[in-house]
């Protein structure tokens, strides 16, 4: 009662998102499907569910075809996935046991009466403790996720497909949901179990699948490595290098930014990081791992968790992104479209709106200083659209990308901050914005976060590598091999020093001090 993936391709326009993936998923067994952001595995779980239709290739189970129209089709062959974003799987305004037994409920098979609810809610999810008459989005997300679980668990599934099951668990619910899992696999279920938490998934699966941009690179069988693991999602190619190489017309001048004791999430350990006007700082770990968080206390997007930061030799702790940008710290976020960029505004309203005042005046914007402003990132960037009056949806990804970097660059920061600047953008995008960058660490300091390392290769000149909210250990980017990196970054201690930025020398390595093997 196998279902089988066979040579599986998806094309959006110009991009393969995943290319000829074939796989098994087998009854009884909990395959874990890993890889970076951009590898594909989103896709994947898109075509299996019925949410999308593959460009080539096929679906199966028990050697039969397996053509899905919709969700509707996957769900009546037994493939029932649990998505990340966990409000899509509960109804507002319905309680908890209604939620619990919706299907029951859409489907007619239950008298509707508050009992007969309960009831059948109990059964669904008889250890849940939950209180059955609750709203149930006065319940935190945790909770709520437990409950699109359990309704999952219980319907009767050939295929489960759980994506990040355990963002919002605490560790104690993520147990019981291991549990869980575990007794369904036991029954005779496939369980596809995409997870970032490689512990959680060394302790769960039987067998890994790695993607890596849209390709499937290797499959693991227990006992599993999260090295080995690790150094399949990440490669052993490196990234080509911008134009401007690192240390080249620029050299580490005055400390810009110290950032002492600092937490990246409240569970980590705190650590020091220092960096200096001249130079790239990169950042680099899992999914996860911390960086989003730690750049969002850069940039005053969210409150400090622990320490304190100097900037400039000041102390420096921004209430939010606009006091940041006062103090001549910018931030680029991750999500680009939720986070950077206002639907329906053009290019030229982009690359002018954190410095209106710089272009306005008594008070009225001043349209022929907003144009000069937008098309010195046109030209400095290579930017190809319709030009600065362009609404921002006209451009393609890459290039967005170029104009939500490069308004930040116009404010002459002392301090810029990127978080996965080259996400969703092609190679020649990636070596503008990075030819950009490393000319700009000239005059200021720079850090930047990517899942991917390879991306700092030809930017950054040193690496800090987190892992679960900590610091496992910082390298020179020559030094920072695939070897190296991929051990720091699944938590098993690099052979040799990885010692943070202004650590004494007799103190010991991060990855000394700060991990315990799990």
């Given at each position: 009662?196998?279902?089988?993936?066979?040579?599986?391709?998806?094309?959006?326009?110009?991009?393969?998102?995943?290319?000829?993936?074939?796989?098994?998923?087998?009854?009884?067994?909990?395959?874990?499907?890993?890889?970076?952001?951009?590898?594909?595995?989103?896709?994947?779980?898109?075509?299996?569910?019925?949410?999308?239709?593959?460009?080539?290739?096929?679906?199966?189970?028990?050697?039969?075809?397996?053509?899905?129209?919709?969700?509707?089709?996957?769900?009546?062959?037994?493939?029932?996935?649990?998505?990340?974003?966990?409000?899509?799987?509960?109804?507002?305004?319905?309680?908890?046991?209604?939620?619990?037994?919706?299907?029951?409920?859409?489907?007619?098979?239950?008298?509707?009466?508050?009992?007969?609810?309960?009831?059948?809610?109990?059964?669904?999810?008889?250890?849940?403790?939950?209180?059955?008459?609750?709203?149930?989005?006065?319940?935190?997300?945790?909770?709520?996720?437990?409950?699109?679980?359990?309704?999952?668990?219980?319907?009767?599934?050939?295929?489960?497909?759980?994506?990040?099951?355990?963002?919002?668990?605490?560790?104690?619910e993520a147990a019981a949901l291991a549990a869980r899992v575990k007794a369904a696999a036991s029954q005779g279920v496939s369980v596809l179990y995409?997870?970032?938490?490689?512990?959680?998934?060394?302790?769960?699966?039987?067998?890994?699948?790695?993607?890596?941009?849209?390709?499937?690179?290797?499959?693991?069988?227990?006992?599993?490595?999260?090295?080995?693991?690790?150094?399949?999602?990440?490669?052993?190619?490196?990234?080509?290098?911008?134009?401007?190489?690192?240390?080249?017309?620029?050299?580490?001048?005055?400390?810009?930014?110290?950032?002492?004791?600092?937490?990246?999430?409240?569970?980590?350990?705190?650590?020091?990081?220092?960096?200096?006007?001249?130079?790239?700082?990169?950042?680099?770990?899992?999914?996860?791992?911390?960086?989003?968080?730690?750049?969002?206390?850069?940039?005053?997007?969210?409150?400090?968790?622990?320490?304190?930061?100097?900037?400039?030799?000041?102390?420096?702790?921004?209430?939010?992104?606009?006091?940041?940008?006062?103090?001549?710290?910018?931030?680029?976020?991750?999500?680009?479209?939720?986070?950077?960029?206002?639907?329906?505004?053009?290019?030229?309203?982009?690359?002018?709106l954190p410095w209106l005042r710089r272009h306005s005046r008594a008070g009225l914007l001043v349209r022929r200083s907003e144009t000069a402003a937008?098309?010195?990132?046109?030209?400095?960037?290579?930017?190809?659209?319709?030009?600065?009056?362009?609404?921002?949806?006209?451009?393609?990804?890459?290039?967005?990308?170029?104009?939500?970097?490069?308004?930040?660059?116009?404010?002459?920061?002392?301090?810029?901050?990127?978080?996965?600047?080259?996400?969703?953008?092609?190679?020649?995008?990636?070596?503008?914005?990075?030819?950009?960058?490393?000319?700009?660490?000239?005059?200021?300091?720079?850090?930047?976060?990517?899942?991917?390392?390879?991306?700092?290769?030809?930017?950054?000149?040193?690496?800090?590598?987190?892992?679960?909210?900590?610091?496992?250990?910082?390298?020179?980017?020559?030094?920072?091999?695939?070897?190296?990196?991929?051990?720091?970054?699944?938590?098993?201690?690099?052979?040799?020093?990885?010692?943070?930025?202004?650590?004494?020398?007799?103190?010991?390595?991060?990855?000394?001090?700060?991990?315990?093997?799990?």
């Amino acid at each position: 009662m196998t279902f089988a993936v066979t040579s599986v391709s998806k094309v959006y326009g110009a991009t393969r998102a995943l290319s000829s993936i074939t796989l098994e998923l087998r009854p009884g067994e909990i395959l874990g499907l890993i890889g970076t952001n951009g590898a594909g595995k989103s896709t994947l779980i898109k075509i299996l569910s019925g949410a999308t239709a593959p460009t080539s290739g096929t679906l199966s189970y028990e050697g039969r075809p397996l053509t899905f129209a919709g969700p509707l089709d996957a769900q009546a062959a037994g493939v029932q996935t649990v998505h990340q974003n966990i409000d899509d799987g509960v109804v507002p305004g319905a309680s908890v046991a209604e939620n619990l037994t919706l299907d029951a409920l859409a489907g007619g098979g239950l008298l509707v009466t508050r009992a007969r609810v309960r009831g059948a809610a109990s059964a669904v999810a008889p250890d849940l403790g939950l209180p059955l008459d609750a709203p149930v989005e006065s319940l935190p997300a945790s909770a709520r996720q437990q409950i699109v679980i359990a309704r999952a668990l219980a319907r009767r599934a050939r295929l489960l497909i759980l994506d990040e099951p355990t963002s919002t668990l605490s560790e104690v619910e993520a147990a019981a949901l291991a549990a869980r899992v575990k007794a369904a696999a036991s029954q005779g279920v496939s369980v596809l179990y995409v997870s970032h938490r490689l512990p959680e998934i060394e302790a769960l699966c039987d067998r890994v699948a790695v993607l890596r941009d849209g390709e499937l690179v290797a499959t693991f069988a227990a006992p599993l490595s999260r090295e080995s693991i690790v150094t399949a999602m990440l490669g052993s190619s490196r990234a080509a290098a911008p134009s401007v190489p690192p240390g080249e017309g620029s050299r580490p001048g005055r400390e810009v930014l110290a950032a002492e004791e600092v937490r990246a999430v409240p569970r980590g350990r705190p650590f020091t990081l220092r960096v200096r006007a001249g130079e790239v700082l990169g950042v680099t770990g899992l999914v996860g791992a911390g960086k989003s968080e730690l750049l969002e206390q850069l940039g005053g997007a969210r409150p400090l968790v622990s320490g304190r930061m100097l900037l400039d030799g000041e102390p420096y702790l921004p209430k939010d992104p606009r006091a940041a940008i006062g103090r001549g710290v910018v931030f680029a976020p991750e999500e680009r479209a939720a986070q950077a960029i206002v639907p329906g505004w053009s290019v030229r309203a982009h690359v002018t709106l954190p410095w209106l005042r710089r272009h306005s005046r008594a008070g009225l914007l001043v349209r022929r200083s907003e144009t000069a402003a937008a098309r010195h990132v046109i030209d400095l960037f290579g930017v190809r659209g319709p030009g600065p009056g362009a609404p921002i949806e006209a451009l393609s990804g890459g290039n967005q990308q170029k104009v939500v970097v490069g308004r930040w660059l116009a404010g002459d920061p002392r301090l810029l901050v990127l978080d996965e600047p080259y996400r969703g953008v092609d190679v020649a995008a990636r070596a503008d914005i990075g030819r950009v960058v490393r000319e700009r660490a000239r005059e200021s300091a720079v850090v930047v976060a990517t899942s991917d390392p390879q991306e700092l290769h030809g930017l950054a000149d040193r690496v800090l590598v987190l892992y679960e909210g900590s610091a496992a250990g910082e390298l020179p980017i020559a030094e920072a091999t695939p070897e190296r990196l991929a051990a720091l970054m699944s938590g098993t201690p690099a052979q040799g020093p990885s010692r943070m930025s202004g650590a004494p020398s007799d103190r010991p390595s991060l990855t000394e001090t700060t991990h315990d093997r799990h």
